[in-house]
């Protein structure tokens, strides 16, 4: 489990494509403290580190991972936002995220306010009833307030210090993104739609 504040910007130095995909990702993290098995969120998936040295580790991603999260259009040099998983007592800076990516969105704009920037997504359809205004979302694992929705279309502000510190100072309309919507909104919706949120009212 996550929390969706990125300690570390890492790149892909390494791509090797066999059964899985083996993906190398240099880091600042002290590998020293991360052990084999441990799970490492890499722009919002949840991944598991197979293979570690001083400044990098590497991850293997299945054949389902590369087709439902922007993996699959990785190379040598992406730049990948980085979560170690959460330990009893960490603060909670974000919101749960599981790394889990529950679909690929679309950047439709990014557009200056204030010292900020207003960026505008679109979700894949069956995805914008869980995603509401002033309600939490990540995008590419960074924890994210939703501003405003308009059907599977919905927008967001990044201040100045997220721009710099994680993977959102590249990106520009037009790229995809993953995107995991929050639990605690599919647990709702799920009750809605079962009726059981009305039995507990």
Known sequence: ???????????????ERRGDTRLTIATAFDMDTVALGASIACNGVCLTVVEKGQGRFAIDASAETLARTTLGTWGEGTPVNLERSLRLGDELGGHLVYGHVDGVGEILSVRPEGDST??????????????????????EGVSLTVNEVDGAVFGVN???????????????????????????????????????????T
């Open 158 to 200: 990044i201040i100045p210090h997220t721009r710099a510190h994680t993977t959102f100072g590249t990106l520009k309309a037009g790229d995809r993104v993953n995107l995991e919507v929050d639990m605690l909104a599919r647990y709702v919706a799920r009750l809605v739609a079962t009726g059981s949120l009305e039995a507990l």
């Open 1 to 15: 489990m996550f929390t969706g504040i990125i300690t570390d910007v890492g790149r892909v130095s390494a791509l």
């Open 118 to 139: 207003r960026w505008t997504f679109r979700a894949p359809g069956e995805l914008a009833r869980f995603i509401a205004p002033k309600g939490s979302i990540a995008i």
